[in-house]
């Protein structure tokens, strides 16, 4: 099987876990403690950007890459903005830190072989 493929099922995987999870969180029927809103609600929509940049990846569309960069180029502000609210002291779960840290080395993943990919064939 090819890497792109195997990548495009783990971040569909990635992207429904997070509307999962996120969705349970946003909507109350889960209480996670010191939650960042803005941060909340961006991995709940990101969500569905995991499993359309995912989606793309699997079937090796030319659209996989920009949209993978696309995700971890926000993934990554929204950590930085995240960042800045730690810093000025606002309240924070520890586990948000880790799961940012994930999400934007995934995404980096993603990109990397969606660049791989398209290196080889001139398409993902």
Do not use: C
């Not at 946003?26 to 809103?37: E, H, R």
């Not at 909340?40 to 949209?67: C, E, K, Q, T």
Request: hydrophobic content about 65%.
């Amino acid at each position: 099987m090819k890497t792109h493929r195997v990548a495009g099922v783990a971040a569909i995987a990635f992207g429904s876990l997070t509307l999962i999870s996120g969705g349970s969180a946003l909507f109350g029927a889960v209480d996670m403690g010191a939650v960042v809103p803005f941060v909340l609600r961006f991995n709940f929509i990101a969500g569905f950007a995991y499993v359309i940049g995912g989606l793309l990846l699997m079937i090796g569309h030319r659209l996989a890459l920009p949209v993978a960069l696309i995700i971890l180029i926000a993934t990554a502000a929204v950590f930085a903005a995240f960042g800045w609210r730690v810093l000025a002291g606002d309240a924070f779960e520890m586990r948000t830190v880790g799961a940012m840290t994930l999400r934007t080395l995934f995404w980096a993943v993603m990109v990397w072989v969606a660049v791989k990919a398209l290196g080889r064939t001139g398409r993902v």
